[in-house]
């Protein structure tokens, strides 16, 4: 079994940057994909990047494109997210996945979840 706990969430303001840490315990993770999905209260979760096993490849959701950054360290069985230019639409909470695919942007092939770290961004 694999463990994923999120951190790094807060409340900042638009155009600040954050970045967000999902740390892996249990099994290794350093063979999976791992993923980060945002979610609202009453909305499906949204797929915002994804890192491939070793972080050689990664894909991001348009919205984020170009403002926010994967990297993993399959040392530290940990995967960041650097956001930076923040804006209000970001806010939600951010939730870390593992998973056998990389770049899916679909949730039921994700094997394993964190409970999830809250970014709050307001003007």
């Known amino acids: 079994q694999v463990q994923l706990v999120e951190s790094g969430g807060a409340s900042v303001a638009a155009g600040d940057s954050l970045r967000l840490s999902c740390t892996a315990s249990?099994?290794?993770?350093?063979?999976?994909?791992m993923a980060w999905f945002r979610q609202v209260p009453g909305k499906e979760r949204d797929f915002v990047a994804a890192a491939s096993w070793n972080g050689g490849s990664t894909t991001y959701s348009d919205p984020v494109r170009g403002r926010f950054t994967l990297s993993r360290d399959n040392v530290r069985n940990t995967l960041y997210l650097q956001m930076n230019n923040l804006k209000l639409e970001d806010t939600g909470l951010y939730l870390c996945?593992?998973?056998?695919?990389?770049?899916?942007?679909?949730?039921?092939?994700?094997?394993?979840w964190g409970q999830g770290t809250q970014v709050t961004v307001s003007s």
């Open positions: 249990g099994r290794s993770v350093s063979r999976l994909a």
């Open positions: 996945a593992a998973g056998a695919i990389y770049g899916t942007d679909i949730v039921d092939e994700y094997d394993y």
